[in-house]
């Protein structure tokens, strides 16, 4: 059994307030829970900048670079103009 930590840094250049960065960090939670994922907004307060902290059990890992790959495409898919970066360790 793997624990998967990743964390995804959001780089929002034309949010101007915290309202507008919570409503972009609340659709992408909405979207990634439907995959059995835990996620957390671990943000600070600056606007134009958000980060995801996400945790997931996989039984091994092809399972696991299946998922990561599954989020991917989520991101690309569903918020092609937010520029993103995913890092991740399997535990």
């Known amino acids: 059994m793997l624990i998967v930590n990743a964390l995804i840094e959001l780089n929002l250049p034309y949010v ?4 507008g960065r919570r409503k972009i960090v609340t659709s992408i939670k909405d ?6 994922i835990s996620i957390m907004d671990i943000s600070g307060e600056y606007p134009k900048e958000a980060l ?5 059990l996989s039984s091994n890992e092809p399972q696991a670079q299946k998922k ?6 989520i ?7 937010i520029s ?3 890092s991740y360790e399997l535990l």
């Open 31 to 36: 979207r990634l829970k439907n995959r059995n």
């Open 75 to 81: 991101m690309q898919r569903h918020y092609p103009e």
């Open 84 to 86: 993103y970066s995913l």
């Open 52 to 56: 995801l902290a996400l945790c997931f």
């Open 16 to 19: 101007d307030s915290l309202k």
């Open 68 to 73: 990561l790959q599954s989020i991917e495409a």
